[in-house]
């Protein structure tokens, strides 16, 4: 082994603890010396940065040095974000609001981050010893830094036996993990922490005045209600994992035959084979493929979002051990690096030993790796050898565990329930210092009462009075409320389950909310994070439309295109029309006469071009043609024209061929002159079957329109079409041509072949060439291509931007395409300013970004006007401003922002992203995505949500709410997120008060009995208060009031702003509610001892007594509480009815059953010969009809005033609601969409999105490379690999 690799993979390995630099020469580029710290994952602004942030000197990468080597395939969202390689992600907390927790390190199904003393059993089932040992405890000291290389011994299974299994977990718990972490989340509940204190001290003999079980029995009820629905919830997630780690593949025996093996019992060192469409199962680098010279297609959008193919290449010293008998006779070991999170970089040397002994090297790079979660594409087989498995794969380093995530609406509860304990410690002290003074001072008055006179034995009564009192009030915290809650969230999370606004019929996708702990927090969002493939898109490209020759053409001629006359436009014309002209039909769009039709002859080249320049490889599948290409853009063209009747078919190393209607042509390929972002065109040179060299050039309509012949005849009407593309958000491109002599041919392509060879710039060398040749050229016309956007997507986003909510977009995508996409789906409005930041170095980034934010705030400040901006940043750049000190300015010009479009990211960095803003900002976000590259995005989210897409269902089972289409987050958010919010809102303050009305009753009553602890009513019926007489009215508000209908909250999504505000449960609401409760029951007591003074006399002649005052002052605070129930409701369905006057009616005829049955059988003894005494008594009645009228009085007039003369936006709602007023808003809106269509022309002149996303690298020629080397003529003498 050489000193200089030694070195080398030293630098490149996590545990080197130094940034790592991407292999690759093209982006991104190395960084500058002058990059500033790096962004710590925590943002912890007190703590220095430690030691491992520090950036090291690029590295100088020992790849395979083959045609694509170094930069074929480069991932979406190249990063320079310099993150240790010590820190992995799958430790990080994404809840700032978890005191204490500790990182997950592991558990039975979750091995944790491997260390290389750690031994691993070969076989994945273990037993529970082991997986108790292979937990990491908190008290564990850190983990061992991993040092040198991963050295695996090749076909030698027994040696690579210490190294981790396949087996994968994303459950939230396991059988040892379970109790503790379930306790730990539920007790983090103050509630229920407090009821935990109440039942132990009622254990205590002689304190507590009620029953001992009173609390316990309830709160064990809860804890297991709790329970059952967290096991409900991990089990989907343990058969999710059961289902990956259960699929099969195909392993290679020592006997050269391949076996089917689960994915989890893979291991480090195995050779597998893959065949087209699978998935990838572990982390294994190309070894042989079935391809010319080893290529292999790979589709990543489970890793960036991206559904063009990449393009891998096996090393030219292993391609060609096509066959298992040859694999297996390889011996030698591999030398890689260590297990890191980074998705672009790879290191490693295998080290041969041929046959003669003769020790032989092949280096390795990112060019050969296949990282588990990508999927094999047109690619009949591949071998890979297996060198990262379970949670060492990349993939796994770049997720997060499962948090546990709490709502602002249940901290604020936490806060709340912590105040009524204090008042209620303070309620306890005051009467326990009543009873002192009554001990200390009355107790030579009170003769007949024992009571103690030593100083210890009243130091006791005191400690033991204070904790009967605490017993006494306890409930003034509703024991009921957290049961309440969760069955409530379980039931509004089952109401969006069964919207049928929310099916999505052609996929048979309900709806489903996995968390129904959070809904409330659907009615607080501020800002939603998406990612733009399968969520704003469909992942499909089509061919719309074109312009050839002046004239348009559609797939679908719209109505307002079929020119009836009655002005100057043109009519467009459909594809059949176009199809009928250049099949050799007569034109019926010409006079009949005319010898030679020029429509037809352009027509013809400019269907010709499309089929014949590009780098599609097409092949037969199930007898269709498909098209295989790094561009979806480029095979939506070349479908286009196989529609059209120009069907590419065979492609060669130096030739096309095409059958033009049925008729077979070839064209020689002479020269390809690629895409890139700079040249924004691709040209092809091709010698036709008629021996004439044309060039044919397709590109954005600003490069090409410069590089024209004078005299055009067709700019001007294709620009006017180009325009009304380009307005409608489609992805355009000019088509153009020239006929070169042969003459200039030769001399031209002497330079090409010189630039070609260069080895220093020869980008630019070729670049340079090209400009040669692209001149002179004639327009034939221009494409529109829509990537199609999923439905409702452009109108959700609008509407949740006039709800102030701010959408940010996330992606992997190219920053043209991302611009475009935000542009059709009206997150970039005609009207919006665009920042756009695309710099090179830290340094420039934070000083781009300080002076447009100056400039910016300088404006607003001078002007006062909020002139609507959009800012659009790079990965590249992006990664310079998450850094520590430059990410506070980032941020403060982001949220300055209406829109927010970052491209190029990877995974973590949306993960970063949403982290900065909830760390800074105090406000709750949400996550959309549908990959499995959005996961860490959903994860660090308040709320996650998955779309359950084509991409697979990763994000689905990771995300809190699973929706099918994008279009359906309007209803989830402005809908069921406002009722949700406001309903819980109604529940918890309610609650609150219903306890507080009846236990501060109980405190009054202890002035009069002389702080005994007597209680004022019998123990049973209290008990029931809380459990059968006032549950349902708080259950029914809290399932179905709604304070506005749907229809109203989605004409004005501007109501959505009350949750955002959180109008409805703040502190000031909470203390009105608690003086409101203080004043019923001082009403209510009032007036019932005014009344019993003395004690009433019955007309019998005997004394009312206790029983008959508490039981009475009973039910009148019930009738209040629910006549304030009924006060708040806003919707009146059979079920409030039932909750409400049916509560006080079943209380009616149960307490006197009850009282008549319970002492009969020895039980509540206190109410033996109360019901004929109360029952029939004109007192008891006239009690119950005055007092809850005195109390709600006040109540109904300030709810009147209010409503009449200080009203909230969301009465006003409510009175257009009730009267159905109408809304003369859509006329307005019909002369604001002519208005915004003029301004989208006029900036479409200036910026118009062009459809390309190839992989690219102008020093590299990767396309041409690869096109060079097929032949789809021989592909039945493809090796067949077995």
């Not at 292999?296 to 393009?311: A, F, P, Q, R, V």
């Not at 749907?1046 to 703040?1066: E, H, K, S, V």
Request: net charge neutral; glycine share 6%; aromatic share 10%.
């Amino acid at each position: 082994m050489s000193d200089d690799f030694v070195r080398l993979v030293s630098q490149a390995n996590p545990a080197s603890r130094q940034k790592y630099q991407p292999a690759n020469s093209g982006y991104p580029p190395a960084s500058s010396p002058n990059t500033g710290q790096a962004l710590d994952p925590f943002f912890d602004d007190e703590d220095e940065p430690d030691s491992a942030f520090g950036r090291s000197p690029a590295m100088a990468s020992k790849e395979s040095g083959l045609p694509l080597a170094r930069s074929a395939a480069p991932l979406a969202g190249h990063s320079q974000l310099s993150i240790p390689q010590t820190i992995q992600p799958d430790q990080w907390s994404f809840d700032d609001d978890q005191p204490g927790a500790k990182p997950f390190q592991g558990s039975a199904s979750f091995p944790g981050p491997s260390s290389a003393t750690r031994t691993h059993a070969r076989k994945p089932s273990r037993s529970f010893a082991k997986s108790l040992k292979s937990l990491k405890w908190p008290w564990q000291k850190k983990e061992q830094v991993l040092t040198g290389t991963r050295d695996v011994a090749l076909n030698n299974p027994d040696a690579n036996a210490n190294f981790c299994n396949n087996y994968v977990s994303t459950s939230k718990y396991n059988v040892a993990t379970f109790v503790p972490k379930f306790l730990f989340e539920q007790f983090s509940k103050y509630a229920n922490l407090f009821f935990l204190f109440t039942a132990l001290i009622q254990q205590i003999p002689d304190v507590s005045p009620t029953n001992r079980y009173t609390t316990i029995a309830p709160l064990s009820v809860v804890l297991l209600a709790s329970a059952f629905k967290e096991t409900q919830e991990d089990l989907k997630r343990h058969q999710s994992d059961s289902e990956l780690n259960s699929r099969l593949a195909k392993v290679l025996q020592s006997d050269g035959t391949f076996a089917d093996k689960k994915w989890k019992d893979i291991m480090v060192g195995d050779v597998i084979r893959m065949e087209s469409d699978d998935f990838i199962p572990a982390d294994v680098l190309l070894i042989a493929s079935s391809e010319p010279e080893g290529f292999c297609y790979i589709e990543t959008s489970n890793l960036d979002g991206e559904t063009n193919l990449k393009i891998k290449q096996a090393s030219p010293q292993t391609s060609s051990l096509t066959a298992p008998h040859l694999v297996t006779q390889l011996h030698g070991t591999l030398r890689s690096e260590h297990p890191n999170n980074s998705l672009y970089t790879y290191e490693g040397t295998i080290d041969l030993v041929t046959a003669g002994g003769v020790p032989k090297q092949i280096p390795l790079g990112p060019d050969q790796l296949l990282l588990r979660g990508a999927q094999i594409r047109n690619t009949p087989w591949a071998y890979g050898l297996v060198v990262f498995t379970g949670h060492e794969t990349k993939l796994m380093r770049n997720a997060t565990a499962a948090p546990i995530k709490r709502t602002s609406v249940e901290r604020q509860v936490n806060v709340h329930i912590i105040f009524l304990f204090l008042f209620l410690l303070a309620l306890s002290l005051g009467s326990t210092i009543g009873s002192s003074i009554r001990t200390w001072f009355f107790s030579g008055q009170q003769w007949y009462l024992l009571e103690s006179s030593t100083i210890s034995g009243r130091a006791k009564g005191f400690i033991e009075d204070i904790l009967t009192f605490i017993i006494l009030y306890n409930n003034l915290i509703p024991i009921s409320l957290i049961v309440t809650m969760e069955v409530v969230k379980f039931q509004q999370a089952q109401l969006i389950n069964s919207d049928l606004d929310m099916y999505y019929a052609k996929t048979d996708t309900p709806a489903l909310c996995r968390t129904s702990s959070l809904v409330e927090e659907l009615g607080q969002i501020e800002y939603v994070f998406s990612d733009k493939t399968g969520t704003l898109t469909c992942n499909e490209m089509e061919f719309r439309f074109c312009s050839i020759g002046g004239v348009a053409y559609a797939d679908v001629v719209d109505e307002s295109h079929r020119g009836d006359g009655d002005d100057d436009k043109e009519a467009w014309r459909s594809f059949a029309d176009l199809r009928a002209m250049v099949s050799g039909g007569a034109n019926p769009f010409v006079d009949v006469g005319t010898s030679v039709d020029p429509q037809v002859a352009v027509a013809n080249e400019f269907l010709t071009l499309l089929a014949v320049c590009h780098t599609v490889i097409p092949e037969i599948h199930e007898g269709k043609m498909r098209y295989q290409a790094s561009s979806p853009d480029e095979a939506a063209l070349v479908s286009g024209a196989e529609l059209l009747g120009y069907q590419f078919h065979t492609r060669k190393p130096k030739s096309v061929f095409v059958n033009i209607h049925g008729q077979a042509q070839e064209f020689e390929i002479l020269n390809v002159c690629e895409f890139n972002s700079t040249r924004k065109r691709m040209s092809t040179v091709v010698r036709c079957s008629d021996g004439k060299i044309k060039l044919f050039c397709k590109g954005a309509d600003t490069v090409i329109l410069e590089r024209l012949s004078e005299g055009q005849p067709f700019t001007e009407k294709t620009l006017i079409h180009l325009e009304d593309y380009a307005t409608d958000g489609f992805r355009t491109l000019c088509i153009a041509y020239r006929d070169i002599p042969e003459a200039e041919y030769k001399q031209w392509v002497t330079i090409y072949d010189q630039a070609a060879a260069t080895i220093n710039g020869r980008g630019d060398a070729l670049d340079k060439a090209a400009e040669l040749i692209e001149r002179d050229m004639f327009l034939l016309g221009a494409t529109a291509i829509e990537d199609k956007l999923q439905d409702g997507v452009p109108d959700t986003i609008h509407t949740l931007q006039m709800a102030g909510i701010k959408v940010w977009v996330l992606t992997g995508d190219r920053q043209e395409t991302a611009i475009n996409i935000g542009m059709s789906c009206r997150l970039i409005s005609e009207s919006m300013n665009m920042v756009i930041v695309n710099e090179e170095t830290a340094h420039e980034t934070e000083a781009f970004l300080s002076k447009r934010l100056n400039a910016i705030k300088s404006q607003r400040n001078s002007e006062g006007d909020q002139e609507d901006l959009a800012l659009i940043i790079d990965g590249k750049s992006l990664a310079f401003a998450l850094e520590k000190d430059i990410s506070k300015i980032f941020l403060e010009l982001a949220i300055l922002c209406k829109a927010v479009i970052c491209c190029r990211v990877s995974p973590l960095q949306k993960a970063l992203v949403v982290k900065l803003v909830k760390k800074n900002q105090k406000a709750i976000l949400l996550a959309i995505g549908d990959g499995a590259n959005d996961v860490s995005m959903i994860q660090a989210a308040h709320v996650g949500v998955g779309i359950s897409g084509v991409e697979g269902l990763q994000a689905a089972r990771a995300a809190d709410v699973a929706i099918s289409q994008f279009r359906f987050l309007k209803k989830l958010l402005l809908v069921h997120g406002s009722w949700s919010y406001t309903r819980l809102s109604k529940l918890l303050l309610y609650s609150f008060y219903k306890n507080i009305v009846l236990y501060m009753t109980q405190f009054w009553f202890s002035f009069f009995n002389n702080f005994s602890g007597q209680i004022a009513y019998e123990s049973w019926t209290l008990s029931l208060y809380n459990v059968v007489f006032t549950v349902l009215p708080p259950l029914v508000i809290g399932v179905f009031d709604q304070f506005v209908s749907a229809r109203i909250l989605d004409r004005y999504p501007q109501l959505y702003m009350l949750g955002q505000r959180n109008a409805f449960f703040t502190r000031t609401q909470f203390w009105l509610w608690v003086g409101n409760a203080l004043f019923h029951s001082v009403i209510t007591f009032g007036f019932s001892i005014i009344l019993f003074w003395g004690d009433l006399k019955q007309a019998t002649g005997y004394d009312s007594g206790h029983w008959f005052w508490g039981t009475m002052l009973y039910l009148a605070v019930l009738l209040t509480v629910l006549g304030k129930a009924a006060l708040i409701s806003d919707l009146w369905t059979k079920y409030t009815v039932a909750a409400i006057p049916g509560s006080f009616i079943f209380t009616m005829a149960f307490l006197p059953l009850y009282a008549l049955v319970a002492p009969a059988i020895g039980f509540s003894t206190e109410y033996a010969n109360i019901v004929p005494r109360l029952w029939s008594d004109f007192v008891f009645y006239f009690v119950l009809l005055l007092v809850p009228i005195l109390c709600l009085t006040r109540d109904f007039v300030w709810k009147y005033y209010k409503r009449t003369y200080l009203p909230e936006t969301y009465h006003i709602a409510q009175e257009i609601q009730k009267y159905n007023i109408p809304d003369y808003r859509p006329r307005q809106e019909q002369f604001q969409k002519a208005i915004k269509k003029v301004r989208a022309v006029q900036r479409m002149r200036r910026n118009r999105g062009f459809a390309f996303s190839q992989t690219e690298n102008a020093s590299r020629q990767d396309q041409a490379r690869l096109i060079r080397a097929y032949d789809t003529t021989k592909t039945g003498a493809r090796p067949s690999g077995y």
